[in-house]
């Protein structure tokens, strides 16, 4: 596919003013006319063709003002319908096209679901509906008229406020939806189909009555009641911390089992993969209720960070993803507990972005340049996009972040901006010059920010050094300019490390927080008696590396004393990290010694059970859990070894686990839930649910024996789906008998209910044994897997590529070819899936020789591939550039 420049942008040559849609559903022969009211646009070339989008349509019929174009006027190309010559004013065009939805396996465009018609159009699938200006910087009103047969779809919904609805003879019926806010054709949608519902009332700030309904699949009401409650609280919160109401009388949300993604914000009528909606105490984890939770308010959130203010083109794609993450983030901190959701933020930035900015699909949060934009969905642009956000607003203080915020929307209400106007708005409100700061959204690649600290007790001061190192990073998307520093919060403070105050002070440090602007910049403390200890980055107060020398003994003075919760947990990380590291690096060590850090880890972890482990459970679960394989990786960064990181890691929790048995023991026994007792989704309950569940795992680790018995009986007893999975995630670590018998019950138990039995495939996928490969083919015949199904393949294929690191990096090469055979089977079904699963080699480069060699031959395998799709070939390009 051709590459795409921001530099290249050019405003479109024609707009739409209004768009009335005629959709007939039909299962195999769907037909819609668009009556399209279009006009020249002065910031365009005059006179130049209109150019319409299209994909895989048949055009049934064309008329310009009424009257067939002339002849030669118009042109039908596989992917564009071109009018020579258009009027030099405002005209009309209606067109009309036929697709069918059965056979788009893709998912993009108008598809079927369970029998269910549902729509994606982000990020170009209107073009698969009707020939269109499918640029997000086209924005129109849209009317549309649904008609369907009444027994195969009695509910019609479209974008905006419902209209009439009725008979329309033959046992079909309509309902038009009119939607005044004008919208780029992305946040397009439609559904029809047999759905049931709940349906609750909001009423806004502004006074305006809106109801708000869930639809799902029929007999799953029970399951939806969780989402619904979470889309009126995000209502009510956005209202309260943005001061941003609602603007439709409806709105809705259906769930679908067949979607690409997690779920789409299109204006009044989110649709939703049924993973993020559905929840029951017996189906769904507390990790699955907090994903609802984020996912509802994250696509709610976007009707004002994304569909009232939108992008000018998908460069831009952070302007509303980066920030409506941050506005997700900030809403389930809200509603949970703030420290415990910012180490969830962190874990999975470090988990999913530092690799994605260390590897050949490297990119800016505002990329430079794309093939493929679906490709472009990443945690860069998502999750680095939302700490950008967020390092703004610890720059600004949350004062004159929420009026630059208020300004924003005010200034771009209606308009589709750019992150320059996002910008404008924060300089303007602060009167701050953002120029230096605006470096984030260019610049790929992870920072590194060096200190080093020194006490001088004649003077009394305390000096910190900083230097920032900056990746020079290559890659198609990025411009591989040499980088300039960057604008980076550093909120610090200064511990005793005997828990007592530290006097010292420094100007250049503001609510707690210094500017590392300069490459290299020092800060002096004075007053300062005895050696403290830095805590560096509170809150993770930046998205970068932090290179600090500490000893065991500062650490744990950290992990003890220090006011930031989120670097207590970081001291005990690093501590861990370092274990592993070591042994790692001292090649292999003898099984039962965990080195000098294990034991300092271990110690520490005893005293702050014994502290303080029942006063926040959740906390304490996430102090108890070590750095995963990946992050291990990364910090060794070539030449790695998988198979040694895990031996590592597995050493030390056997170590931990043995250190800790007995309190780890009395914990489960402390925290046991009472027979009978109420289930509560809440973030404390839930909390306690997590550290018996990491008390487990660690009990297992010590003694496989006692482990297998206790996660049998709790598979057994279990009340909740949370200890259920659990505890057969556990033993799914423990080979044997108990182990399969465990898995059969379970898929005996839920065979009826494919998204638990996704859980099931996701953990044995996990398994980290050599047995893992053939298993996993062996669960691609199952009954209730399914190619065609995005869900199914991710907890198959994906967790192995992405939760199994010795099986998919096997020194043969099994596990690369199983994932790139997945990829080149799913490609002619769905290529954005299919090209997501390829993602899993990005890091491929970094492991030793011998594994390298077979991953690129993996990769070379699906290159060679004839007819790739657009997506698979751009990843698979990037990958091996
Ligand atoms: N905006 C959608 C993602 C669309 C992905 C297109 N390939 C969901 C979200 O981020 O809210
Ligand atoms: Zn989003």
């Known amino acids: 596919p051709p590459i795409i420049r921001l530099a290249d942008y050019r405003p479109s040559d024609y707009l739409i003013d209004r768009v009335e849609l005629d959709v007939r559903l039909h299962p195999t022969e769907t037909r819609i006319t668009a009556t399209l009211a279009l006009r020249?646009?002065?910031?365009?070339?005059?006179?130049?063709?209109?150019?319409?989008?299209?994909?895989?349509?048949?055009?049934?019929?064309?008329?310009?003002?009424?009257?067939?174009?002339?002849?030669?006027?118009?042109?039908?190309?596989?992917?564009?319908?071109?009018?020579?010559?258009?009027?030099?004013?405002?005209?009309?065009?209606?067109?009309?096209?036929?697709?069918?939805?059965?056979?788009?396996t893709k998912l993009m465009g108008l598809y079927r679901s369970g029998g269910v018609y549902c729509t994606q159009c982000e990020a170009d699938g209107f073009r698969r509906i009707t020939y269109f200006l499918d640029r997000p910087d086209v924005m129109a009103v849209y009317t549309t008229r649904i008609e369907a047969d009444l027994e195969e779809a009695?509910?019609?919904?479209?974008?905006?406020?419902?209209?009439?609805?009725?008979?329309?003879?033959?046992?079909?019926?309509?309902?038009?939806?009119?939607?005044?806010?004008?919208?780029?054709?992305?946040?397009?949608?439609?559904?029809?189909?047999?759905?049931?519902?709940?349906?609750?009332?909001?009423?806004?700030?502004?006074?305006?009555?809106?109801?708000?309904?869930?639809?799902?699949?029929?007999?799953?009401?029970?399951?939806?009641?969780?989402?619904?409650?979470?889309?009126?609280?995000?209502?009510?919160?956005?209202?309260?911390?943005?001061?941003?109401?609602?603007?439709?009388?409806?709105?809705?949300?259906?769930?679908?089992?067949?979607?690409?993604?997690?779920?789409?914000?299109?204006?009044?009528?989110?649709?939703?993969?049924?993973?993020?909606?559905?929840?029951s105490p017996d189906t769904a984890t507390d990790a699955d209720y907090a994903n609802i939770e984020a996912i509802i308010a994250h696509e709610y959130f976007h009707n004002w960070s994304g569909n009232r203010v939108t992008c000018r083109d998908w460069f831009q794609l952070c302007l509303k993803e980066g920030l409506t993450v941050f506005r997700d983030q900030e809403f389930s901190s809200d509603a949970r507990s703030r420290p415990v959701h910012r180490i969830a933020e962190v874990r999975t930035l470090r988990a999913r972005q530092f690799p994605e900015d260390a590897g050949p699909l490297a990119h800016p949060v505002r990329p430079q340049a794309y093939r493929e934009i679906n490709n472009f969905y990443t945690a860069t642009v998502y999750e680095k996009g939302a700490e950008i956000v967020r390092m703004l607003r610890t720059l600004l203080g949350p004062g004159a972040f929420r009026g630059g915020m208020d300004r924003y929307f005010a200034a771009c209400d209606g308009t589709a901006a750019t992150v320059e106007d996002f910008l404008a708005a924060f300089a303007a409100e602060s009167g701050r010059d953002l120029a230096a700061f605006a470096r984030w959204y260019a610049q790929a690649g992870t920072p590194t920010v060096a200190v080093s600290g020194r006490h001088d007790p004649a003077a009394r001061t305390y000096t910190l050094a900083f230097r920032q190192s900056l990746p020079t990073v290559v890659t198609e998307a990025a411009s591989g300019a040499a980088p300039l520093p960057l604008v980076?919060?550093?909120?610090?403070?200064?511990?005793?490390?005997?828990?007592?105050?530290?006097?010292?002070?420094?100007?250049?440090?503001?609510?707690?927080?210094?500017?590392?602007?300069?490459?290299?910049?020092?800060?002096?403390?004075?007053?300062?008696?005895?050696?403290?200890?830095?805590?560096?980055?509170?809150?993770?107060?930046?998205?970068?590396?932090?290179?600090?020398?500490?000893?065991?003994?500062?650490?744990?003075?950290?992990?003890?004393?220090?006011?930031?919760?989120?670097?207590?947990?970081?001291?005990?990380?690093?501590?861990?990290?370092?274990?592993?590291?070591?042994?790692?690096?001292?090649g292999a060590?003898?099984?039962?010694?965990?080195?000098?850090?294990?034991?300092?880890?271990?110690?520490?972890l005893a005293a702050f059970l014994d502290a303080e482990a029942l006063a926040d459970p959740a906390f304490a679960a996430l102090v108890l859990t070590l750095p995963g394989d990946q992050e291990a990786a990364q910090?060794?960064?070539?030449?790695?070894?998988?198979?040694?990181?895990?031996?590592?890691?597995?050493?030390?929790?056997?170590?931990?686990?043995?250190?800790?048995?007995?309190?780890?023991?009395?914990?489960?026994?402390?925290?046991?839930?009472?027979?009978?007792?109420?289930?509560?989704?809440?973030?404390?309950?839930?909390?306690?649910?997590?550290?018996?569940?990491?008390?487990?795992?660690?009990?297992?680790?010590?003694?496989?024996?006692?482990?297998?018995?206790?996660?049998?009986?709790?598979?057994?007893?279990?009340?909740?789906?949370?200890?259920?999975?659990?505890?057969?995630?556990?033993?799914?670590?423990?080979?044997?008998?108990?182990?399969?018998?465990?898995?059969?019950?379970?898929?005996?138990?839920?065979?009826?209910?494919?998204?638990?039995?996704?859980?099931?495939?996701?953990?044995q996928a996990a398994i980290p044994e050599p047995g893992t490969v053939a298993r996993v083919r062996g669960l691609m015949e199952h009954p209730a897997f399914a190619l065609g199904n995005p869900n199914r393949v991710r907890s198959l294929i994906g967790s192995f590529s992405l939760n199994n690191p010795t099986q998919f990096h096997r020194p043969d090469g099994a596990g690369y070819d199983l994932v790139a055979e997945a990829v080149r089977h799913l490609d002619g079904k769905n290529p954005q899936v299919a090209a997501r699963l390829l993602t899993a080699f990005n890091n491929w480069r970094m492991v030793e020789a011998g594994r390298r060699q077979k991953a690129e031959e993996a990769l070379r395998a699906v290159a060679a591939v004839t007819g790739l799709s657009p997506d698979v070939s751009d990843i698979v390009g990037r990958s091996l550039g």
């Open 154 to 279: 009695p509910v019609l919904l479209g974008n905006g406020n419902p209209g009439q609805a009725g008979p329309a003879g033959e046992g079909r019926h309509y309902a038009v939806w009119h939607d005044p806010h004008p919208k780029p054709a992305y946040l397009f949608a439609l559904v029809g189909g047999r759905l049931g519902r709940v349906a609750t009332r909001f009423t806004t700030m502004e006074g305006r009555d809106v109801e708000i309904a869930v639809y799902v699949e029929p007999g799953k009401e029970p399951r939806a009641p969780y989402a619904l409650d979470a889309v009126a609280r995000s209502m009510a919160w956005d209202e309260t911390a943005f001061g941003r109401p609602y603007d439709l009388d409806v709105f809705n949300v259906v769930a679908v089992s067949d979607f690409n993604m997690g779920a789409m914000e299109n204006k009044g009528l989110n649709i939703f993969n049924d993973k993020y909606v559905l929840a």
């Open 40 to 104: 020249p646009n002065p910031k365009g070339e005059a006179g130049a063709p209109l150019v319409l989008d299209g994909d895989e349509l048949t055009l049934l019929a064309l008329d310009l003002d009424g009257q067939p174009p002339a002849p030669g006027a118009v042109e039908v190309q596989p992917r564009a319908l071109v009018l020579h010559q258009p009027p030099r004013r405002p005209f009309t065009l209606a067109i009309e096209t036929q697709v069918n939805p059965s056979a788009n």
């Open 589 to 604: 060590p003898q099984a039962e010694e965990a080195g000098p850090r294990g034991e300092a880890l271990s110690r520490a």
């Open 635 to 763: 910090e060794i960064g070539t030449e790695v070894d998988p198979d040694a990181i895990h031996r590592a890691r597995q050493t030390l929790r056997t170590h931990l686990g043995r250190d800790l048995a007995a309190r780890l023991a009395a914990l489960r026994e402390a925290l046991a839930e009472p027979p009978g007792a109420p289930f509560s989704p809440d973030a404390a309950s839930a909390g306690r649910r997590a550290l018996r569940n990491v008390a487990l795992d660690l009990l297992a680790a010590a003694d496989p024996g006692l482990g297998t018995r206790l996660a049998v009986a709790q598979v057994e007893a279990a009340a909740t789906m949370t200890d259920r999975l659990a505890a057969l995630a556990v033993l799914t670590l423990l080979p044997g008998e108990a182990r399969e018998r465990a898995l059969a019950g379970f898929a005996e138990a839920y065979r009826d209910e494919p998204l638990v039995l996704d859980k099931w495939f996701a953990i």
């Open 488 to 586: 980076i919060p550093v909120a610090l403070g200064l511990v005793d490390p005997g828990g007592g105050a530290v006097a010292g002070r420094s100007d250049r440090v503001r609510d707690g927080v210094f500017v590392l602007e300069a490459e290299e910049d020092s800060l002096v403390f004075t007053d300062v008696d005895a050696a403290p200890v830095p805590s560096l980055f509170r809150g993770f107060s930046a998205p970068v590396k932090v290179a600090h020398a500490l000893t065991p003994a500062e650490r744990l003075a950290l992990l003890s004393h220090d006011s930031d919760p989120f670097n207590r947990w970081q001291a005990a990380q690093s501590l861990g990290l370092e274990a592993i590291l070591s042994r790692v690096r001292a």
